[in-house]
């Protein structure tokens, strides 16, 4: 039985998009929880709590949409296609927060309002977007004879939007226990207080997100409640609240530092297993699975070689990178 390259290959564009989640999603957050705090000194130590890796985190969205285009190039073509205008308010709002995190630090004390207000937008529009693409790709795109049949404004839905606003509460909520990780008292306090309410947030997110789509899309609730699939999938919103409940509890120890963060990264991992789980094996949903939307088998093999190469190499740079700036962050210390 030979190896199926397109499962592997699936498996690395889900990596891929999950480690830029985690990795991207807390440096993301740490722009949209600007608001929550108005002290020049703590944002300056909320910013310099990713001032080493933030650029190196976005390395996973350029593996993932490379890999995307090589592996699965109609998938690709279609996605393109249908999202170019959130694809592109993305790029441009982390363009916009990247341009804004340089320039804050050499400002004048007069300028320096608007280049947090600059990473505050750029984070969130960054954010919203990506949500809403993730929205899109639920909801499906007609494709006709290889070629996305839609308008060019069909992603525009009230799922969608709300998908974008759901994922600034995820990011958010991740840069509150990433602070709550890498600051002291009294940052540390208002992030515990604030990651609190946005976890409440995020739990009603995923409740509404849960309920919406098997209510729009009669596949997907086939998928989750029907027997014996029930029994296999439950596993999966028990761990959501045994997940939550623990975090909860964690929130309220002072002593607890990275049990918060970590414990989000597993909730955040558990509701994007619930997207994965909800349209396999279509990767453009509702018709084209991810084999009738593949590569050839030799285009596959011959990029896995420079992927076997290239992935250990970005997780060792990046494990070193996290490992050398590791502890927290001082007031006058970091980026400059």
Sequence with gaps: MGVDLSIIWFVIIVFATLMYIVMDGFDLGI??????????????????????????????????GAALFGAFPL??????????????LMLIGLIFRGV?????????????????KAFLGGSILATFSQGVVVGAVLNGFPVVNRTFAGGPFDWLTPFTLFCGLGLVVAYALLGATWLIMKSEDPLQRIMRRHARGLLLAQLAVIAVISAWTPLAHPAIAQRWFTLPNLWFLLPVPLLVMAVSLIIWRTLARPECHAQPFVLTLVLIFLGFSGLGISIWPHIIPPDITLWQAAAPTQSQGFMLIGALLIIPIILVYTFWSYYVFRGKVQHGEGYH
């Design 31 to 64: 722009g949209i929880l600007f608001p929550f705090t108005r002290d020049a000194v703590d944002r300056d130590v909320m910013v310099n709590s990713v001032a080493p890796v933030w650029d190196g985190n976005e390395t996973w969205l350029v593996l993932g």
């Design 100 to 116: 804004a995190f340089e320039f804050r630090f050499n400002a004048t004390p007069s300028h320096r309002p608007f280049w947090d």
């Design 75 to 88: 998938a690709y073509a279609v996605i393109i296609d249908a999202l170019t205008i959130p694809l592109s």
